[in-house]
């Protein structure tokens, strides 16, 4: 079983930056490596929707349109650690965010519990 964590959420004002993480954890010797990530989020009264993904390598990474330029996805395989990097903070960023780990095999997509970003002045 792995396990993830998300941290680092809470209340910022427009404009300001958050960084949140993914603490990734299993059996002895489980490496985050393999794995692509992705983060969600889920804005209240909406569904969940794609933020940023990278492959398992890290060579490739996708992010939603609404926010390209401003979020950047990262990793830390060494330390079983995913980040995700929130930069000029508008309030329909306000959601929760979950972090997902998928190594393409059955039964081996894994889920956070989420963390709380609310921007707002």
């Known amino acids: 079983q792995v396990q993830l964590v998300e941290s680092g959420g809470g209340l910022v004002h427009p404009g300001g930056s958050l960084r949140l993480s993914c603490a990734a954890s299993?059996?002895?010797?489980?490496?985050?490596?393999?794995?692509?990530v992705t983060w969600y989020r889920q804005a209240p009264g909406k569904g969940r929707e794609l933020v940023a993904s990278?492959?398992?390598?890290?060579?490739?990474?996708n992010y939603a349109d609404s926010v390209k330029g401003r979020f950047t996805i990262s990793r830390d395989n060494a330390k079983n650690m995913v980040y995700l990097q929130m930069n000029s903070l508008k309030s329909e960023d306000t959601a929760v965010y979950y972090c997902?780990?998928?190594?393409?095999?059955?039964?081996?997509?894994?889920w956070g519990q989420g963390t709380r970003v609310t921007v707002s002045s």
């Open positions: 997902n780990a998928d190594c393409n095999a059955a039964d081996c997509v894994y």
């Open positions: 299993g059996a002895p010797g489980f490496t985050v490596s393999g794995y692509a």
């Open positions: 990278m492959s398992s390598t890290g060579a490739f990474t």
